[in-house]
């Protein structure tokens, strides 16, 4: 877990806690009938800008997206290509730190991305390299 607050968030005149609660306004956009667990993410670009996302189920449930990779392919549509910070939030007071697959999808763009997560009411900031160490890359000649 990190505490040391990244110097970007003065840059921009943001907060985590501000990204966090975007993040809460992104959950209430799930489409989650099957779960009823709403997922909501907020990426922060590198220009400062608030990218959302949020969970979208399918009846055929292997389809369903996560809100993590939503919010990042919705930042790729708009150009960014090096997210710094991504908050994660649920309608649940549970823990939801992002899944396996989330975590390499993210890692593609930034393996050293800021993920917020809110713990007991707490929030948390955790370096992406220290959720998904040795990730998978492709390294061919
Ligand atoms: N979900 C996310 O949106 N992000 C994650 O990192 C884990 C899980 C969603 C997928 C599914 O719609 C619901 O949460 C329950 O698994």
């Excluded at 505490?3 to 985590?16: H, K, L, T």
């Excluded at 990426?43 to 997206?65: F, I, Q």
């Excluded at 649940?92 to 396996?100: I, K, N, Q, T």
């Amino acid at each position: 877990m990190i505490f040391a607050v990244a110097e970007y968030w003065d840059r921009f005149g943001f907060s985590p806690e501000n990204l966090m609660e975007r993040a809460h306004e992104y959950s209430k956009q799930a489409y989650a009938p099957y779960s009823k667990f709403s997922v909501g993410a907020a990426l922060l670009t590198e220009e400062g800008e608030v990218v959302g996302g949020c969970n979208v189920e399918n009846a055929s449930y292997g389809m369903s997206l996560c809100a993590e990779r939503v919010a990042m392919s919705n930042a790729v549509l708009r150009g960014c290509r090096r997210p710094l910070a991504i908050a994660v939030a649920s309608s649940h007071p549970a823990f939801c730190p992002p899944c396996g697959a989330c975590r390499q999808f993210l890692s593609e763009f930034n393996p050293d991305i800021d993920v917020l997560l809110s713990v007991d009411g707490q929030l948390a900031i955790y370096r992406l390299d220290s959720l998904l160490p040795l990730r998978f890359k492709l390294d061919i000649a």
